[in-house]
């Protein structure tokens, strides 16, 4: 498989143009959407964290909104209890996170396919639980959550909260798809592929498999849980029955759909997640769940690449001439 | 000393459920080593329809006898339809699969039946059994028809000749075809039997734990942890570990850590079997050539 390439000219001006285009979107939109907008943003850094152990790596994992829980109520908790402002949540959120991840990943190098991806699956189910457990109450607030405030733009910039949020995601979004290329585009992204598709070779070439593989859950998680504390942070609320383990599934669908194995499939995941239970809300309650599934189904079938491979064999059909 | 009794002997009748979902997993898994997420919700589907053919006014047993009879037809149809096209695909695309089936049986008993909860009747009234203080009615019922369920499938698999096709098209599926098995078909039934046992799991606990589209989410965990505890190609393993999960839940529940844990009790249980004994008490330990 190829890894992608080294930057040209192009290239570059291609991306800078996206993030400019990005950048200026909220200032078409309703505060409203820019927030819609936010989320997704958030989604697209949890599904590149997903994507790196479950794309890159070949580790299932069904449970991912356990560390986007964790995210999330470490910067509730912190800005609620400890009074520490919104940005420096994140590097906490990431580090525990780390730390939690690359924990779970020790004893998930035992685990191979089928039990990585029923332990992952239990510990989606379990969370709700956790979070409501009597003895943390004093931290998570139980049942009720937590409220949080919405930050206000510094410096006095005549933003709104929810365009200023925005653009504050945006850029730690492109802060950490960078980090991921660079991680994934070079030895170690190699490393992670090779000990997918033959773990057993990999490891008589000298990769160390265990290193790797925990390490690439720590990361993993740890995008994931600076994803959720941002979520927190735009939805200024945090309860347990929003990481049930329809949340974890949800961050599976999105990765499926976007592309296994591909950066820009976080984002057309992302969107994906973000807006169409929007849509398919206005049919039933139960809709968005049947497309999903259905949407899961159609993908495997016919096009395990996803949105971004798909994507990708149309424009070298168009370039190729 | 009642009391505990009472906890011990409720405990069985919660493993028997248990048991039963862990042996529909157990019946998938041998044949193709692919582990049912979805097994849990296609019970609660069932559930569903012996609901509507309750509410429709037939007695209870025709409607039990009728759920099962769908319930083995759509077990055949799913495999056919939905898993065969994955069989040799890799790990992710199967789990994937049946994260599919799970979301999609989810929403479609929201859609139909709403996601208000129902009550679900037990066919096992007062007069049934003898009063006694230690088990209600329903749950001896529930014992009981574990065994009866344990008893047909011996049966079945022991001195049937369709039953020893199935062992041998699980155990052995390239010499199975060489002797004349369908074996695609074999895995097939596995699929409909699975179908079927989830079902009567999902009957039996609806009454308990009350009819809603997430109601399975728990029992199926423990479903999961009693299935690697007793070794997941292993039948009786399953079985037992069922009863040993339900018992233990109940006890942990009653004098330990108190109810609202019990899904982390099954998340640490399944992690701490498949860390330090993955084949389980009585399960085959898989060994690798590299």
């Known amino acids: 498989m190829r890894t992608d390439g080294g930057l040209d000219g192009r290239r570059m001006i291609g991306m800078l143009l996206v993030v400019l285009a990005l950048a200026v979107l909220p200032f078409f ?7 819609q907008f936010t989320q997704a943003i958030v989604y697209a850094i949890v599904l ?79 969370t709700p639980q956790l979070l409501k457990y009597k003895r943390l109450e004093e931290w998570t607030g139980g049942v009720q959550g937590i409220v949080i405030m919405k930050p206000d733009p510094p410096f006095g910039l005549p933003l709104s909260q929810d365009r200023w949020l925005y653009l504050f995601t945006l850029f730690v979004a492109v802060v950490l798809f960078v980090v991921a290329w660079n991680i994934l585009r070079g030895r170690t992204g190699r490393a992670l592929i090779a000990l997918r598709d033959q773990p057993i070779a990999a490891e008589a070439m000298g990769v160390n498999g265990a290193v790797y593989k925990s390490t690439a859950f720590g990361i993993s998680a740890l995008y994931t849980g600076i994803g959720g504390a941002l979520g927190a942070i735009a939805v200024q609320f945090v309860a347990p029955d929003s990481f049930t383990a329809f949340l974890s599934i949800s961050f599976v669908v999105g990765i499926v759909v976007g592309g296994l194995a591909t950066l820009s499939g976080a984002i057309w995941g992302a969107l994906f997640i973000q807006f169409v239970p929007n849509f398919a809300d206005q049919i039933s309650k139960a809709a968005p769940w049947a497309i999903y599934g259905a949407v899961l189904l159609v993908f495997i079938y016919l096009m395990p690449g996803g949105v971004a491979w798909m994507l990708r064999g149309v424009t070298a059909k168009i370039l190729r001439r | ?12 009748a919660a493993g028997g459920i248990y048991a039963s979902l862990a042996l529909a997993l157990v019946m998938i898994y041998q044949s193709t080593h692919h582990i049912n997420f979805a097994q849990g919700e296609m019970a609660m589907f069932s559930t569903y329809l012996a609901w509507t053919f309750i509410n429709a006014g037939f007695p209870y047993w ?78 001896m019922g529930t014992i009981g028809v574990t065994f009866v369920v344990l008893i ?116 640490v249980l399944i992690v701490a079997v498949l860390l330090f004994k993955p084949s389980g008490f009585f399960g085959r330990v898989i060994v690798t050539r590299v």
């Not at chain 2, 096992?124 to 209600?136: A, I, K, T, V």
């Not at chain 2, 009786?236 to 529940?253: H, K, M, Q, T």
């Open chain 1, 48 to 126: 590149l964290g997903l994507n790196i152990l479950t794309g890159y790596n070949g580790q299932i994992s069904l449970g991912h909104g356990a560390f986007f829980a964790i995210g999330a109520y470490t910067a509730a908790i912190l800005m609620d209890r400890f009074g520490v402002p919104y940005w420096a949540t994140l590097p906490a959120a990431g580090f525990i996170c780390f730390v939690f991840g690359f924990l779970f990943g020790l004893p998930a190098l035992r685990l191979q396919g089928h039990y990585l991806a029923l332990a992952t699956f239990a510990l989606a189910v379990a």
């Open chain 2, 62 to 139: 025709i409607a039990f006898v009728a759920t099962l009879g769908v319930s083995f037809v759509a077990g055949i149809l799913i495999e056919r339809i939905v898993i065969r096209p994955v069989e040799r695909a890799p790990v992710l695309s199967v789990v994937i699969v049946f994260i599919a089936l799970l979301v999609i049986f989810n929403s479609l008993a929201g859609w139909i039946y709403t996601y208000t909860i129902k009550s679900f009747p037990s066919p096992f009234g007062g007069s049934f059994f003898p009063q006694n203080p230690y088990m209600s009615p329903h749950e």
């Open chain 2, 152 to 267: 047909l499938l011996y049966a079945f698999f022991r001195f049937t000749p369709l039953g020893l096709a199935m062992r041998a098209a699980a155990q052995n599926p390239v010499s199975s075809r060489l002797a004349g098995i369908r074996v695609g078909w074999m895995l097939a039934l596995g699929w409909g039997l699975a179908a079927t046992i989830g079902a009567i799991a999902g009957m039996m606990v609806a009454p308990v734990v009350y009819l809603d589209p997430n109601m399975m989410a728990g029992v199926l965990l423990y479903a999961f942890a009693a299935a690697l505890l007793g070794g997941i190609d292993n039948p009786f393993g399953a079985v037992l570990g069922g009863f040993i999960v339900g018992v233990a839940e109940n006890l942990l529940g009653a004098y330990v850590i108190g109810t609202e844990l019990k899904l982390t009790v099954a998340l």
């Open chain 1, 29 to 35: 939109l309703s505060d409203y959407r820019t927030f």
């Open chain 2, 1 to 12: 000393m009642e009391a505990f009794l009472h906890q011990i002997l409720s405990g069985l």
